[in-house]
């Protein structure tokens, strides 16, 4: 039986002096409540309360076992309500990673979540490579694609995608390009985290999804 039950049991009894009464009190069966005891007594080896046909009373090992349980019961009581207001209250040190270039986008969300949470305090790294949450000990990552570990929890913010763009002077001396193909003739702006390497995704006409390999 589950030990923490068995001691929350055995006070009831004590405190009600009574295994009907606890049983009315902890909705439980007298016949589970009388269990609980008995599995305390066997586990200690020892008698804790006597039993008459009128009441039931703590024997001494039972008044010192009963004094030591309550003050357990009441420690875990004041745990659980610490642990709670931890939950409530935001505090302490968040590290977040993101990508330079979002850095415009997420610093005002940063100061408003500091508006919002004074005991807080946030971490902001940022730059553009791959990261390793767990093993360099960021709690947030921001970014613009999947990340390979599975094991993460992953939220989506916002939709993100990219366009086409050229200096005027590029295009005025090699030209614009017309089609998909012609990308491949050009001196194409790599980005060494784009999820799909050389090959650029796109979509077009029906949402149908098209691809070209770059160079540059």
Not at 107 to 122: G, K, M, N, Q, Y
Request: hydrophobic share 40%; net charge negative; aromatic share 6%.
């Amino acid at each position: 039986m589950d030990r923490l039950t068995s001691l929350t049991v055995f006070t009831q009894v004590a405190q009600s002096e009574g295994f009907s009464a606890a049983a009315r009190r902890l909705n439980m069966s007298t016949t589970m409540v009388s269990a609980h005891v008995q599995a305390l007594e066997d586990r200690l080896g020892a008698r804790l309360l006597n039993r008459t046909t009128r009441r039931v009373g703590l024997t001494e090992v039972g008044r010192t076992y009963y004094e030591r349980a309550v003050r357990i019961l009441e420690e875990l009581q004041e745990a659980d309500q610490a642990a709670g207001l931890l939950q409530t209250t935001v505090r302490g040190t968040l590290r977040l990673f993101a990508g330079t270039h979002m850095v415009p986008f997420v610093s005002p969300v940063i100061v408003e979540f500091l508006r919002r949470h004074p005991e807080a305090s946030v971490d902001l790294n940022t730059g553009e490579r791959t990261i390793d949450m767990v093993e360099e000990g960021f709690d947030l990552a921001i970014r613009a694609s999947q990340p390979d570990d599975s094991s993460v929890i992953v939220r989506r913010l916002a939709e993100w995608h990219h366009i086409l763009g050229a200096a005027p002077s590029y295009i005025e001396k090699h030209g614009a390009p017309q089609r998909l193909e012609d990308l491949k003739q050009h001196n194409c702006l790599r980005y060494s985290l784009y999820p799909f390497g050389d090959e650029w995704q796109f979509i077009g006409p029906g949402e149908a999804q098209m691809s070209v390999k770059v160079s540059g």
